[in-house]
């Protein structure tokens, strides 16, 4: 089969080629899927420069999502024939032809998705979830604050805290951002590098939840945006992973910080988060409340710029690799 590598081992994004590698088998357990669509994630990003390594036992080759048909079905698992469309959740190997992946970890693609809008869902739907919802406890009612609005998994966090019945304040670098985040549903998007977010958050209401991508000097700002009983939920630190807070507050208003990541979780537990996603989240899916945003689509061999897409901060929603 043709799949991506990254060439040296780790480096730019011109390090990812297109090779001939081996093709996978379903193992006990696993499907094996013909890819159609390969969702493009900054932790893909980051493995490629040398600092997200996979795993144990994941493949070194990138990609956390795809969307395919089902070609081999290994022993025990039960659910899925062979044709069956699917999207799934991987711990690796999604830039490629052919995919095996935990039966589990698989979903059915939602009535009228084409390939790539289904493989846009998993690690967006999955990580929001996992996070917003049962991390940061989002009820309805209550507000969410999210940095990053416009990315993949901004895009996402509004639609399904919309879908949920809660309040949306978004914030995104540049007022174009701020207005494309206010369209797909934020009730109120800021311009962080020309708005003191941290005040008008406040004068609007303030938050009961954080969801930060960004880290460094923005957590303690986070914090002071939450309400009684607040949660600060991080999965991404692209500013930094340290930060000076003053606990006070954090005492005073009773405050909980917390954070995942996803990708290294068991396989039972990620096995736990589809069923879930596929109980609360897909049913949103079907009545029309949550749909994905696609930036842009690159055949397979435009991994170097699909990647610089993402590097490039410019892309609105998810960019995609098409087999």
Known sequence: MRAITIEGGHGEADALKLVEAPRPTAGPGQILIAVKAAGVNRPDVLQRRGLYPPPPGAPE????EVAGEVVEVGPGALRWTLGDRVTALLG???YAEFAAVDARHALPIPDGFDWVQAAALPETVFTVFTNVFEGGRLAAGETLLLHGATSGIGVTAIQ???AA?????????GQAKADKAKALGADLAFDSDATDWVQATKDAGGADVVLDMVGGDFIPKNLACLNLLGR???ISLQAGATAEVDFRPVMGRRLTITGSTLRPRPADEKARLAAAVEKTVWPWIQQGRLKPVIDQTFPLAEAAQAHGRMESNDHFGKIVLTT
């Open 61 to 64: 080759t990138l990609g956390l």
């Open 92 to 94: 690796g190997g999604g």
């Open 232 to 234: 600060h939920v991080s």
């Open 160 to 162: 399904m805290a919309k």
């Open 165 to 173: 019945g809660c309040r949306v304040i978004a914030t995104s670098r």
